[in-house]
């Protein structure tokens, strides 16, 4: 492939804009973790169904026009399936004593996304599926880039920063930050962490239904499509650190541009190898991921 | 504010509480009654069921039987966070604090968490006015694991009086390992909350110094069961404590 300044922008330019998107998957699952203590393997099943109520909703009920408004209302579906879910299957753990709960979690997620996935298949059969979208290409200087693709990155920054507001400025923010460090104090501070617990699941899986939204017209709606984006978001953890949100972060962009450069200028086919690659390189070199600060117990 | 113990009823009331743990019984029908407004030391030799009695009291754990009464309100095995809701809170032994968070911040967490209405500005009022008591005023926007010892320990202290509705506070090992300083800062803290804002205290220590400054009543524990109650002075003279404190051979 011939090397030319321009490509090489626009390899940035659209490594980072999709990075951000990886950087919301991984963010909803570190953001979990860090509250409930808890690794949500269905988190790619939030993302499918995010990607399917921005289906329906543009397909059925808003049209293209109103694309965003679908994205409101996905990311807000995906919200209220995590806050009705949570008390019901991962609340069991806290609310009364328990001897293995990470292996309960483990199970328990796993049946969740074994459970929705199929409930995908049932209502929709294995069917893709995709919005439509008339966003026209929008040219960065002289690169073009597609109109969907550059409005999923815009929203999956704006979500980021208020994500940022409401854990700095708010009081369940501040909640939130206190349990992420020390759950027994917070509980003795009068907080109530197992309500916080289901805030903070809805939270971080309505961020994996916007991403599904937002990616729903680039990369289809079918029942297993949220399998991707899981093994993304978990190796931008490993390559973060787990419950770290700059590790969660700045693992996403890193991830975006590695795959993009090396897309671009080794080889394509092998787009999902740079990211593993990496993955590889963080763990020899740090193996609690760039962020990562202690070792998980147990 | 009303003033302290103006109207001398019962803040807080423990009946026979008892609490095994396998075949050791570390509470063993443990009553105790705080009168509003007093400031009670709840004395004993290490093991004797002090700590499990606070956890006891404050939620943390549940009793195998007994009761607790907080006023008129039955609190007995509630969650921690309704307990501190209703206005009892304790401080730890190890000073629990949220480093990554500010003084002012970890301040905040008990206000809002408690239900408070006044809204923020009032809290941010309150939280720099403990911190001014506390000495920690410069500290009040430098994280809280840039703190000392003593200073997280008079932080953990001030989180509890920022609920406004606080009526019995239970202070385990205040004293425990922090300089004279920052204990006559603490004493002074207690004593003014004590007096302007007519809050009960239980504060379990072993410096009987302190306690005798403080605690015009203590409450003795050894083995599990109230062994003695009344002034230090009178307790102190008591032949099953002197025994329990210093073993039977050397009495």
């Excluded at chain 1, 011939?2 to 390899?11: A, G, K, P, R, V």
């Excluded at chain 1, 950087?23 to 949500?40: D, E, P, Q, R």
């Excluded at chain 1, 962490?193 to 937002?214: C, E, K, N, Q, Y």
């Excluded at chain 2, 809290?123 to 694991?145: C, H, M, T």
């Amino acid at each position: 492939m011939m090397y030319t300044t321009e490509l090489l922008i626009q390899t940035v330019i659209s490594g980072l804009m999709v990075g951000v998107l990886y950087a919301l998957m991984a963010l909803g699952i570190t953001f979990i973790y860090s509250i409930v203590k808890t690794i949500n393997w269905a988190m790619g099943e939030f993302y499918m169904i995010g990607s399917y109520i921005q289906f329906v909703a543009v397909h059925f009920l808003l049209g293209p026009n109103y694309w965003w408004l679908a994205v409101i209302i996905s990311t807000a579906g995906t919200f209220l399936a995590g806050y009705i879910i949570e008390p019901i299957l991962i609340k069991p753990m806290y609310a009364r004593p328990m001897q293995r709960r990470d292996d309960y979690a483990t199970v328990v997620t796993i049946a969740l996304l074994l459970l929705l996935r199929s409930l995908a298949v049932a209502i929709g059969g294995p069917n893709q599926y995709r919005p439509e979208t008339n966003l026209p290409i929008i040219w960065l200087g002289p690169l073009p880039q597609e109109g969907a693709r550059v409005a999923a990155s815009f929203c999956a920054v704006v979500a980021l920063g208020l994500f940022w507001l409401v854990i700095k400025k708010t009081w369940v923010g501040l909640a939130l930050r206190a349990t992420a460090q020390n759950r027994v104090a917070a509980q003795t501070s009068g907080v109530d962490v197992l309500r916080l617990d289901a805030t903070a699941f809805a939270i971080g899986v309505a961020m994996a239904g916007l991403a599904g939204a937002l990616l729903a017209p680039l990369f289809m709606v079918f029942p297993t499509n949220g399998a991707v984006a899981t093994v993304k978001g978990f190796e931008i953890i490993v390559i973060g650190g787990l419950g770290s949100i700059p590790g969660a972060l700045i693992g996403g962009l890193l991830l975006g541009l590695v795959e993009s450069l090396g897309t671009s200028f080794i080889s394509s086919p092998y787009q999902n190898a740079y990211g593993f690659l990496l993955v590889i390189l963080v763990l020899i070199v740090k193996p609690n991921g760039l962020f990562g600060e202690k070792v998980r117990e147990a | 504010m009303t003033a302290a113990g103006s109207k001398r009823g019962t803040a807080l009331i423990a009946l026979g509480l008892t609490k095994h743990y396998g075949g050791l019984v570390a509470n063993n029908d443990v009553g105790m009654r705080l009168t509003s407004g007093e400031v009670r030391g709840l004395i004993g030799p290490n093991g004797a069921g002090k700590t499990t009695f606070v956890n006891l009291v404050t939620g943390v754990e549940v009793p195998d039987a007994g009761s607790v009464r907080l006023g008129d309100r039955e609190i007995t095995g509630q969650e921690p966070h309704l307990i501190a809701e209703a206005g009892l809170v304790r401080s730890f032994q190890m000073a629990r604090v949220f480093g990554n968070l500010t003084a002012t911040e970890n301040l905040m967490i008990p206000y809002f968490a408690s239900g408070a209405r006044e809204g923020a500005a009032v809290g941010v009022a309150r939280a720099r006015e403990l911190l001014r008591l506390s000495a920690l005023e410069p500290l009040a926007d430098a994280p809280a694991n840039s703190l000392s010892g003593g200073q997280r320990m008079l932080l953990q202290t001030c989180a509890g009086f920022m609920i406004p509705h606080l009526r019995v506070y239970v202070l385990d090992e205040p004293f425990a390992g922090i300089n004279s300083v920052v204990k006559d800062t603490l004493i002074d803290l207690i004593m003014h909350e004590n007096s302007s804002r007519g809050i009960t205290f239980l504060i379990v220590s072993h410096e009987m110094e302190i306690i005798r400054r403080m605690c015009p009543l203590v409450t003795v524990m050894i083995a599990g069961r109230v062994a003695a109650e009344g002034t230090l002075d009178e307790v102190a003279a008591r032949e099953d404590v002197i025994t329990a404190y210093l073993g039977r051979t050397a009495a």
